[in-house]
């Protein structure tokens, strides 16, 4: 049998271990021993993922839980559901020691997160992960939040979890196009952080798109150490942290301008393939290092190329309304060697928008 993988996220008393292994949620009850015993608990979920892995929660002996189920689909990540988790959180007797469990996606995620930042000014947390996406990259670092109507993660708080449970079991149920989002995520840390990971999802590549959970486990188990390891040096990105967002300033104007109907990981995808061709253009890297990242997210599903109808200047307008945009200017992350990226925030506009053109339909 596999041992269990931990992944320790170093924020001093605010540090937190990530549990990682095929077939954990089996043994949900045992875990959560030491974190539950005699307290009061709420578990946030979706009307999808209830059906499918509500019963690990129903076999939970130690604490006191309750659930919460919402509907699926991000237009419910609204303050409006915050409330209605807060309102069940009064309801079960949910006190100042007690403790919330997020058991989903990203979006039940980053709701649950922020119901525990504010109830009670802040309780305990527990991230029980079940997409990719969720696994390698809103899971982990703490940010929680929900939308307005008036855009995206508009309000929210740093609020760490005290544990991150990750069973890639679960993934065996998700839809490809939810993979692809992770995958996505999944290649960018080859890019901005590891070259050596990056080469063995090139050799994997099958085994990523045969679903092979061994080396699921393993890369997940890769991902979740390199954010862990940028977020306890930069938890509040003042610096580091912002090479997280590589292919998500383009990505973001996508997702945005196609009013959110091309997917996040497309999306990203899209950012990469732009923010390559940028770097390009401006000689920093070699147009056959950018064509071997386009490659690899062109074999997992993933497109590289901009859809017509999304016009470069457009993009460029909707990237300078984004919320890390400084000023009037666009930071971008560019490739700059393998497996290293570097923040660049003086470029020439005309510039940005010739690397979208070059990658428009
Ligand atoms: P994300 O994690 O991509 O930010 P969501 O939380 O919205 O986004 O999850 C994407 C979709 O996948 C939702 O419809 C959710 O209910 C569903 N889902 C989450 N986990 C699983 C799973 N393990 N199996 C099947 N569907 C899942
Ligand atoms: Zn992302």
Redesign the pocket.
Known sequence: MQPIKQIQVSLGDRSYEIMLKAGLLQSLNNILNAFCSNRAALVVT????EP??GEAIDRIEHCNYSKFVFP???KY?TVETVAAICRKAVAAGLDRKSLILAL???????MAGFAAAVYMRGIDFIQL??????MV??SVGGKTGVDLPEGKNLVGAFWQPRLVIIDPE??????VE?LR??LAEVIKYGMIRDWKFFRRLEKNSTGLKQLDLDFYTRIIARCCEIKAEIVSRDEREGGLRAILNYGHTFGHAVESLSNFSI???AAVAMGMAAAAELAVLLRKIPGNYAERQNSLLRTLGLPVRIPPGLEPEKIYAAMLHDKKAVGAKVKLVLPVAEGAVAIIDDLDSKLIIRAVRNCCD
């Open positions: 979706d009307s999808n993922v499918l892995y699926a689909g991000e990540k989903g996606g990203g979006v039940c995620g980053d992960p079940t997409t990719l996406l969720a990259d809103s679960t993934l065996k149920t998700l839809p939810e989002n992770g997917a996040h990981g």
